[in-house]
């Protein structure tokens, strides 16, 4: 069973930055690939960014790109997202996301993602 679990959400004012971090913990946590996602109330969970199970595959969604930067060390079981140029319409709640299998790439498919974290609100103020 995976676990991971988010911090590092808040309130910031627009054009501010912000960094997401995501710690897995159980077997085989370092070899799968993660996302981040996020979700407003009342729409659909969608794809920000992910990274391959090796560091070296990024995907980002095209709102992002240029702004936010995903990376991840599998020594300390950690995957973060630099979020920088925040606007108001990146307020959601932050979801990372582990995949079901082992050794995958950087999907942006949630499909893709057996595991979970609990989320952290992230609130961009015009």
């Known amino acids: 069973q995976i676990k991971l679990v988010e911090s590092g959400g808040g309130l910031v004012q627009a054009g501010g930055s912000l960094q997401l971090s995501c710690v897995a913990s159980?077997?085989?946590?370092?070899?799968?690939?993660t996302g981040w996602f996020r979700q407003v109330p009342g729409k659909e969970r969608e794809f920000v960014a992910s990274v391959g199970w090796s560091g070296r595959s990024t995907n980002y969604a095209d709102s992002v790109k240029g702004r936010f930067m995903i990376s991840r060390d599998n020594a300390q079981n950690t995957t973060w997202l630099q979020m920088n140029g925040l606007r108001p319409e990146d307020t959601a709640v932050y979801y990372c996301?582990?995949?079901?299998?082992?050794?995958?790439?950087?999907?942006?498919?949630?499909?893709?993602?057996?595991?979970w974290g609990q989320g952290t609100q992230v609130t961009v103020s015009s």
């Open positions: 996301a582990a995949e079901k299998g082992v050794y995958g790439g950087a999907s942006p498919f949630a499909a893709r993602y057996d595991y």
């Open positions: 159980g077997r085989t946590s370092s070899s799968r690939a």
